[in-house]
């Protein structure tokens, strides 16, 4: 009864951020005035993402479908966003937020279930996740564009760090656990981590890696990363983040909407026809391009502040 209870909540989350989205959309194209930020009008904005239209689909499609393989999905579109210029970098955290939670909702649906975790541990770091994932949103989208690139470049930093950390099974990746519940301090060290991890996906740092890395280390199956990490992902963007980014109409109207459909696609893809990928050496490319990406936001943090 309580995975058809999660996997509900996954369809709600879906039908509440389409909503979000569309009724946001209307609003924002309506609205006279320019962006304090971006400095465009909602239709001039929506006129200048509709130009960018086929990259961000594509960026959704094989990011989500690397998301649904374990590697995750802001890493590779947030290098995307950046090489293209297809997103503003004042609107790649909202957009990643608000353009995956589509995804990763029907990731959730589709992996709970995909190993008996207790449900307890379960709910208690999806709803630490969410939490710091609410707190952590409502600053960042007031963030301008130097601070967005910094945060990006900090964050992007980090993450390629624990991927490649993953990928050469070095640390917490090298161990192999059992445990399909936890306990006692465990348990407090598993909601408090899942906490900062919901709270650092407001800047773009995906929560699958870190999550990941904990999980193995608090002596757990490698199978319960996927309920948890999918799971916490998919609530704190459903009822987190992208709830918090529409409202203060931080993300890109157009690279939502193909990070959400095509995304969607790529997950079911990846789940229904890719049972096994050699990934290591494209998980290692995808490290090098992270890298390059932070490097990049720092570059502009420094030279330009937040000019476009």
Same mark, same amino acid.
């Given at each position: #009864?309580?995975?058809?209870?999660?996997?509900?909540?996954? $369809?709600?989350?879906?039908?509440?951020?389409?909503?979000?989205?569309?009724?946001?959309?209307?609003?924002?194209?309506?609205?006279?005035?320019?962006?304090?930020?971006?400095?465009?009008?909602?239709?001039?904005?929506?006129?200048?993402?509709?130009?960018?239209?086929?990259?961000? %689909?594509?960026?959704?499609?094989?990011?989500?479908?690397?998301?649904?393989?374990?590697?995750? &999905?802001?890493?590779?579109?947030?290098?995307?966003?950046?090489?293209?210029?297809? $997103?503003?970098?004042?609107?790649? @955290?909202?957009?990643?937020?608000?353009?995956?939670?589509? @995804?990763?909702?029907?990731?959730?649906?589709?992996?709970?279930?995909?190993?008996? #975790?207790?449900?307890?541990?379960?709910?208690?770091?999806?709803?630490?996740?969410?939490?710091?994932?609410?707190?952590?949103?409502?600053?960042?989208?007031?963030?301008?564009?130097?601070? $967005?690139?910094?945060?990006?470049?900090?964050?992007?930093?980090? /993450?390629?760090?624990?991927?490649?950390?993953?990928?050469?099974?070095?640390?917490?990746?090298?161990?192999?656990?059992?445990?399909?519940?936890?306990?006692?301090?465990?348990?407090?060290?598993?909601?408090?981590?899942?906490?900062?991890?919901?709270? /650092?996906?407001?800047?773009?740092?995906?929560?699958? %890696? @870190?999550?990941?890395?904990?999980?193995?280390?608090?002596?757990?199956?490698?199978?319960?990363?996927?309920?948890?990490?999918?799971? &916490?992902? %998919?609530?704190? #963007? %459903?009822?987190?983040?992208?709830?918090?980014?529409?409202?203060?109409?931080?993300?890109?109207?157009?690279?939502?909407?193909?990070?959400?459909?095509?995304?969607?696609?790529?997950?079911?893809?990846?789940?229904?026809?890719?049972?096994?990928?050699?990934?290591?050496?494209?998980?290692?490319?995808?490290?090098?391009?992270?890298?390059?990406?932070?490097?990049?936001?720092?570059?502009?943090?420094?030279?330009?502040?937040?000019?476009?």
């Amino acid at each position: #009864m309580s995975m058809y209870i999660l996997k509900g909540l996954c $369809v709600i989350g879906i039908i509440l951020n389409v909503f979000l989205m569309w009724r946001k959309d209307k609003q924002m194209r309506a609205n006279p005035e320019k962006d304090p930020v971006i400095g465009l009008t909602g239709e001039e904005q929506w006129q200048e993402q509709k130009k960018h239209i086929v990259p961000t %689909a594509i960026t959704g499609f094989v990011a989500n479908f690397l998301d649904t393989l374990g590697i995750g &999905s802001f890493a590779p579109s947030s290098a995307a966003f950046k090489l293209t210029r297809a $997103v503003d970098d004042a609107l790649v @955290p909202g957009t990643l937020n608000v353009g995956d939670t589509v @995804p990763v909702c029907v990731e959730a649906f589709l992996f709970f279930g995909f190993v008996e #975790m207790d449900v307890l541990t379960l709910v208690l770091m999806i709803a630490s996740s969410v939490i710091g994932s609410i707190v952590m949103a409502g600053i960042v989208s007031k963030f301008d564009r130097k601070k $967005v690139r910094y945060a990006l470049f900090v964050g992007l930093f980090l /993450l390629a760090t624990v991927i490649l950390m993953k990928v050469m099974k070095f640390g917490p990746f090298g161990t192999v656990g059992t445990a399909t519940a936890l306990t006692g301090a465990k348990l407090v060290i598993a909601v408090v981590g899942n906490f900062v991890f919901g709270a /650092l996906m407001s800047i773009g740092v995906g929560l699958y %890696a @870190p999550c990941m890395a904990m999980v193995l280390a608090l002596g757990m199956d490698a199978g319960c990363a996927f309920p948890a990490m999918m799971g &916490s992902c %998919a609530y704190l #963007m %459903a009822f987190g983040n992208g709830p918090k980014f529409i409202k203060e109409g931080r993300y890109d109207m157009v690279a939502s909407w193909t990070q959400a459909i095509f995304g969607a696609i790529g997950v079911y893809v990846a789940y229904a026809f890719v049972k096994s990928l050699p990934l290591d050496v494209l998980t290692k490319v995808i490290v090098a391009v992270v890298y390059i990406t932070a490097f990049l936001y720092l570059r502009d943090a420094i030279k330009k502040g937040s000019a476009a």
